[in-house]
C-alpha cells in the first residue's frame, strides 16, 4: 500500500508530498507525474515516480495498486477536467484502491458558478463508482491573488466585480496539510470536507494589505462586470478564461467564498495562514 499523489509536479501537489514526507517514510509515497525530469527532485528523495497522464486513460492502468491512499488533484485545464477525472476514477476503482481523496470546490454540490461545474460532476462520478472517498472541498488560494501582483503594483490598484464581497482564502500550504492529514490519519472516510481560511476578507483589505507590505498606494476598485471582462481580455486573458474569473468575482459579491466552516483549521490543528503573511511573502519575493 503507497499513498498516492497525483499530478504531483504542480504547485499544490509539491506542497502535499512534502507535508507527506514530514509525516511518513519516503518509501510509503508514490507521485504520479507525466514528466520524469521535473520530477527528478522527488525522486531524489525517495518518492516511487508513476508515470500516467490524465489525458491518456492507457497510461493511468498502472497508476496505481490495490490498497493505495489516492489523491486526485483537479486537472487545471477548465473545459477538459471531467474526462481526465472519470479516467482516473476508473484507473482508481479497477485497481482497488482504499482511498479517492478528491480536491474539489467549496460549497460542493450547492456551489452555484461556472467554475464548479466540473467539479461538482465529479464528486458524483466518485459516488457512483462506490470508491471509498474523501471529498476536500478547497476554498480559494491566497496565491490566487498573491501570485499575480506585479500589475497590482505597477497600477496601484485592485479591479474587480466582486463588490463589497468577501474571500475566506487560506494559504495553498494549508490546504496541502489538510491533504496529508486526510491521506495519513483515520476516520475521514465518506466525508465531505468545506475547506477554506479562518478569517473572511475583502478586496478593500487586500489593496490595504499590499499598500501596507510595498509601502505603495494601492486602490481597490470595484466595476461592473462588462467593465471588468474589457480590463481582463485588455490584458490578453482569452475570453474564456475572462469569464469564467468574472463569474467568479459575481460568486463572491454572492457571499460564496466568504464560509467560515473551521474544518481546515481543525485537519491542520492550527489557525490557517493569514492573508497579511501570504502578501508580505509575496511581496518580498
Do not use: C
Amino acid at each position: 500500500m503507497s499513498i498516492v499523489v497525483t499530478g504531483a509536479t504542480g504547485a499544490l501537489g509539491r506542497l502535499v508530498v512534502d507535508e507527506l514526507l514530514a509525516r511518513v517514510p519516503a518509501s510509503e509515497i508514490a507521485a504520479v507525474v507525466r514528466n520524469k525530469e521535473k520530477a527528478a527532485d522527488l525522486a531524489a528523495r525517495g518518492v516511487e515516480l508513476r508515470m500516467a497522464d490524465y489525458s491518456e486513460p492507457a497510461t493511468l492502468a498502472g497508476a496505481f495498486r490495490a490498497g493505495d491512499r489516492v489523491l486526485l488533484i483537479s486537472g487545471s485545464e477548465v473545459g477538459r477536467r471531467v474526462p481526465q477525472h472519470t479516467a482516473v476514477i476508473e484507473a482508481a476503482k479497477a485497481a482497488g484502491v482504499a482511498q479517492l481523496a478528491y480536491t474539489g470546490i467549496l460549497g460542493g454540490p450547492d456551489a452555484d458558478f461556472a467554475l464548479a461545474d466540473e467539479h461538482k460532476t465529479t464528486e458524483q462520478l466518485i459516488l457512483d463508482s462506490g470508491l471509498p472517498y474523501t471529498f476536500l472541498r478547497n476554498g480559494w488560494y491566497t496565491e490566487n491573488y498573491t501570485a499575480n501582483l506585479a500589475p497590482v503594483l505597477e497600477h496601484g490598484a485592485v479591479v474587480s466585480n466582486a463588490g463589497e464581497g468577501r474571500i475566506a482564502s487560506a494559504a495553498r500550504a494549508d490546504y496541502a496539510a489538510a491533504a496529508a492529514a486526510v491521506l495519513t490519519g483515520d476516520g475521514h472516510l465518506g466525508r465531505a470536507y468545506e475547506l477554506s481560511g479562518d478569517v473572511a476578507w475583502s478586496l478593500a483589505e487586500y489593496a490595504a494589505e499590499v499598500a501596507a507590505a510595498s509601502g505603495k498606494p494601492i486602490a481597490y476598485t470595484s466595476v461592473t462586470p462588462e467593465a471588468h471582462l474589457a480590463v481582463l481580455t485588455g490584458a490578453g486573458l482569452p475570453a474564456a478564461f475572462a469569464e469564467i474569473l468574472v463569474d467568479v468575482d459575481h460568486a463572491i459579491e454572492r457571499g460564496r467564498l466568504a464560509g467560515t466552516s473551521g474544518d481546515l483549521t481543525r485537519l491542520i490543528g492550527r489557525p490557517t495562514t493569514p492573508l497579511a503573511v501570504t502578501v508580505r511573502e509575496a511581496v518580498s519575493a
